[in-house]
């Protein structure tokens, strides 16, 4: 499920070409009422919304074996987010994964995760280039289990896990959504948490997914 083009919403418009151009170094592109931002082979598109709820989560992944460049490379721009003293994260052992996370713009959690059973592996100094495309979205929807069962159906099975009540990721190591209840904060915070929002996901083939 790899993903392509995202839309989404954002209540700063501002704050958000600036970090994602001055912090991380992407290719940013300003229009009316949108900020269109380039992430390796994807394309996130902030459409405003100063009414919008709750907090966006986005994970970018970053190619095997650039782990400890890219931990140099992050915290050199943003302050890392931990939880009881660690600020590296492994996924679980199905997802053979690690993660960084830090704030971004508009109250949204973002993450770098490394996904080792991707041969992806990149030579050079990390940069923004290293950020390979958008890996996770977060969703917040009325019901996870529900939603989970229609995506199954449509053929976005659950990934590596069954479903919980409040958590639920679909999809495959390429791109996940990641299915979650309203008001569940973002880990590894307490304090930024998920709404209803609308989204549009785009993937590879066609596909386009909306809620």
């Known amino acids: 499920m790899e993903i392509t083009h995202v839309v989404l919403t954002t209540r700063a418009l501002d704050e958000t070409a600036a970090f994602y151009a001055g912090v991380l170094g992407l290719h940013v592109v300003r229009e009316p009422g949108e900020v269109t931002v380039a992430i390796g082979s994807s394309v996130l598109v902030f459409q405003e919304d100063t009414d919008a709820a709750g907090d966006q989560h986005l994970a970018f992944t970053i190619p095997t074996g650039s782990f400890a460049a890219a931990r140099g490379w992050l915290e050199a721009r943003v302050p890392l987010l931990g939880l009881g003293g660690v600020d590296e994260f492994d996924g679980p052992p199905s997802w053979n994964s690690s993660s960084l996370y830090f704030y971004g713009p508009d109250g949204s959690i973002l993450e770098l995760i490394e996904r080792r059973d991707l041969d992806n592996a990149v030579a050079g100094d990390f940069g923004p280039q290293q950020l390979l495309c958008v890996s996770e979205i977060g969703l917040a929807v009325p019901d996870v289990l529900a939603t989970a069962a229609e995506l199954a159906a449509a053929g976005i099975e659950p990934y590596a896990n069954p479903p919980?009540?409040?958590?639920?990721?679909?999809?495959?190591?390429?791109?996940?959504?990641?299915?979650?209840?309203?008001?569940?904060?973002?880990?590894?915070?307490?304090?930024?948490?998920?709404?209803?929002?609308?989204?549009?996901?785009?993937?590879?083939?066609?596909?386009?997914?909306?809620?």
């Open 164 to 211: 919980g009540e409040s958590f639920a990721p679909v999809g495959d190591v390429h791109g996940l959504l990641i299915l979650v209840a309203p008001g569940r904060p973002w880990f590894p915070t307490q304090s930024r948490t998920a709404a209803l929002s609308r989204l549009k996901v785009s993937l590879a083939g066609g596909r386009v997914l909306r809620f």
